[in-house]
């Protein structure tokens, strides 16, 4: 597949050259994940720039979360090779726990559920990982916790107990949290799903900076108008496969198979 | 009444008392060196059960299984009596720590398991995700939630550890019912001499159990939080 170059707002840090030649930041080969006897992912490749934003989309059950979960390895897949920046992982021998850190220090997650922690402060769930995971001093996590805070709109809630705080901004400190670590890669699973439409809005406009500001991010979503018009490529998963793969206009206007055509006219009639 | 009192008199009572508080002090002590034994035992099983490396896993199942199967009398007997023969003598104090600790960790493991079992499986996703070492992971996030849930439960158990410390009554340590009981045999008022020893075990449990339900109380409040 034919891999489109953006040329605006892709040079991202130090590794910014990389937009620049055809190889991928993230890439995905062959990736294979069964429970059992249960085929959830079939030989799946798909391979992200730097600076690039993929959106997911597909039906319930077909394998989005799982693909997501395989890229930083809380799910290891079967079989597959998962390549980001300089660390490449193969699926079927076993994971050295330097390479798992390695890959996983250059992925931010992002959850339907949020999952921030409910017994530590909104600051102290930002901090944590800077302190334990990267060494940071605990007045420079801070320091970057708020900046990062202010960033996401919210640098009034640094005291409170993430309960206290309403379910668009509980996310937006997720993703503060996922931030903090200076991640290179952001992944998303259906970070609105579980959110009112308003709500929702908040978190898509954070989602929609981070994009702006050249965040290589994959998106595991519904929402339509963010996969048209944020993300600029676009895939289709269908029962563990990509159905269909390309530029975001291109896939969702003018979907080629009959089954991407029956999905996307469910989700535009909902 | 009087048929019960067995013709005690006040100054009969008041002349157990400095016996019966010693003995209490003593009751109240093993208490505390068993759940100081049996509470990180307990934790250290909970998390010995759940690993993957096969054998230590199975030798903590065994303490567990053990542990919950044999009556705490029992486990006493077997430690204070049995253990000497194998040239290991230990003196009631020891043993019966040993004993109700073991008993005390083979029950709270199963209590703090299912308190970090309560963990959402979403946090230890977000722990992994962030990066954080299995370790850190369970220091900063699993445990302190886990345990909270735990507590309530970890308290009441706490009070039947001091309840079942009248066990070692039958490995002759002096504890407070071997002290009403050597009351009972040297005045014959063993009935006024128990009852009096029940004043006691009433006094430190019925306030422990009002603090569970307190704190059980407060641990709902924050689930709903
Ligand atoms: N831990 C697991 N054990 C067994 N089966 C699982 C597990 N996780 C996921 N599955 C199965 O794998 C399939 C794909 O699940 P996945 O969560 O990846 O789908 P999804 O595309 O993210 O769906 P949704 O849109 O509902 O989130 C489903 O059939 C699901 O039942
Ligand atoms: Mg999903």
């Not at chain 1, 200076?182 to 259906?190: A, H, I, S, Y």
């Not at chain 1, 009112?196 to 979503?221: C, F, H, K, N, Y």
């Not at chain 2, 009981?181 to 001499?193: L, V």
């Amino acid at each position: 597949m034919p891999q489109q170059l953006r040329v605006v707002g892709q040079h991202v840090g130090k590794e910014a050259p990389l937009a620049l030649t055809n190889k991928p930041y993230v890439k995905l080969e062959q990736i294979t994940k069964s429970y059992g006897a249960h085929t959830v992912l079939r030989d799946v490749n798909l391979s992200v720039h730097s600076g690039g934003v993929l959106a997911i989309i597909g039906p319930s059950g077909s394998g989005k979360s799982t693909l997501l979960r395989c890229i930083n390895y809380i799910e290891p897949p079967n079989k597959g090779i998962v390549t980001v920046g300089d660390v490449t992982i193969e699926g079927e021998t076993p994971v050295s726990r330097r390479d798992l850190r390695a890959l996983r220090s250059k992925l931010g997650m992002v959850f339907q559920s949020f999952n921030l922690f409910p017994h530590l402060t909104v600051l102290r769930n930002i901090t944590l990982a800077q302190e334990r995971v990267l060494g940071r001093t605990s007045a420079e996590a801070e320091l970057i916790a708020m900046q990062l805070l202010t960033r996401v709109g919210l640098a009034d809630k640094a005291a409170q107990y993430p309960s206290r705080c309403s379910g668009g901004q509980q996310q937006r400190i997720a993703i503060a949290r996922a931030l903090a670590l200076d991640p290179k890669v952001m992944l998303f699973d259906e970070p609105t799903s579980a959110l009112d439409p308003e709500l929702g809005l908040e978190v898509l406009s954070v989602m929609r900076e981070l994009a702006t500001s050249g965040m290589t991010m994959i998106v595991v979503t519904h929402e339509m108008s963010f996969a048209e018009n944020v993300s600029d490529h676009v895939a289709i998963m269908a029962d563990g496969c990509i159905l269909e793969y390309g530029p975001s206009r291109e896939v969702i206007r003018n979907p080629q198979s009959a089954r991407a055509r029956q999905f996307l006219r469910a989700v535009n009639e909902r | 009444m009087n048929a019960l009192l067995q013709g005690a008199t006040w100054d009969d009572f008041t002349s157990w008392l400095p016996d019966l508080w010693s003995g209490f002090v003593l009751s109240i002590e093993v208490t505390i060196a068993s759940l100081a034994v049996g509470l990180p035992l307990g934790l250290a099983l909970a998390l010995g059960v759940q690993t993957k490396a096969m054998l230590l896993r199975g030798i903590c199942l065994a303490v567990v299984e053990i542990g919950r199967g044999a009556p705490a009398l029992v486990l006493l007997q077997f430690i204070y009596f049995g253990l000497p023969s194998a040239g290991l003598p230990l003196t009631s104090f020891v043993s019966a720590t040993i004993a109700l600790g073991w008993s005390t960790g083979a029950y709270t493991s199963e209590i703090i398991r299912a308190g970090l079992d309560s963990v959402p499986g979403g946090h230890k996703e977000a722990v992994s995700a962030l990066g954080l070492s299995r370790m850190d992971g369970l220091r900063y996030v699993i445990l302190p939630q886990g345990l909270r849930v735990a507590v309530p439960a970890l308290l009441g158990f706490s009070i039947l550890v001091f309840q079942a410390s009248s066990l070692c009554f039958t490995i002759a340590l002096p504890e407070l019912i071997s002290r009403a009981y050597e009351i009972g045999t040297n005045t014959f008022f063993y009935f006024p001499a128990l009852a009096t020893a029940g004043l006691f075990y009433v006094a430190i449990c019925m306030p422990a159990s009002f603090l569970v339900s307190y704190v059980e109380h407060r641990a709902g409040a924050y689930a709903v939080r």
